[in-house]
């Protein structure tokens, strides 16, 4: 398996960005496919961006296309996820996680079908 640590969370405004990092070991980091997901209080954990093992391919969860982009530096065996026009609804906990497998949206948005998860990062968004 690969280990993952996440950085880069923080607090910070309405209509400001944030770039968290996710910092992959272990297992050949090429070989996963990358995803972000978040979770608010008393909500459950939900699809945000996912990119392929070659950075080639990515899906957005609607409520962040346009805003978030997710990508990859295999050389540094880490995934970046940049957050612009932050909103208050974005405030959550972000985890990186990593798969072996590329399927269609429907599943990749599934927590359960994902291999690996970070410890998560706090992103809190005030007004």
């Known amino acids: 398996q690969v280990q993952l640590v996440e950085s880069g969370g923080g607090l910070v405004q309405v209509g400001d960005s944030l770039r968290l990092s996710c910092a992959a070991s272990?297992?050949?980091?090429?070989?996963?496919?990358k995803g972000w997901f978040r979770q608010a209080p008393g909500k459950e954990r939900e699809f945000v961006a996912a990119?392929?093992?070659?950075?080639?391919?990515?899906y957005y969860a609607d409520s962040v296309k346009g805003r978030f982009t997710i990508s990859r530096d295999n050389a540094k065996n880490t995934a970046y996820l940049q957050m612009n026009s932050l909103k208050l609804e974005d405030t959550a906990v972000y985890y990186c996680?990593?798969?072996?497998?590329?399927?269609?949206?429907?599943?990749?948005?599934?927590?359960?079908?994902?291999?690996?998860w970070g410890q998560g990062t706090q992103v809190t968004v005030s007004s």
């Open positions: 272990g297992r050949t980091f090429s070989m996963y496919a």
């Open positions: 996680a990593a798969r072996e497998s590329w399927e269609s949206l429907a599943g990749m948005v599934v927590p359960t079908h994902w291999l690996s």
């Open positions: 990119i392929s093992y070659s950075g080639g391919s990515t």
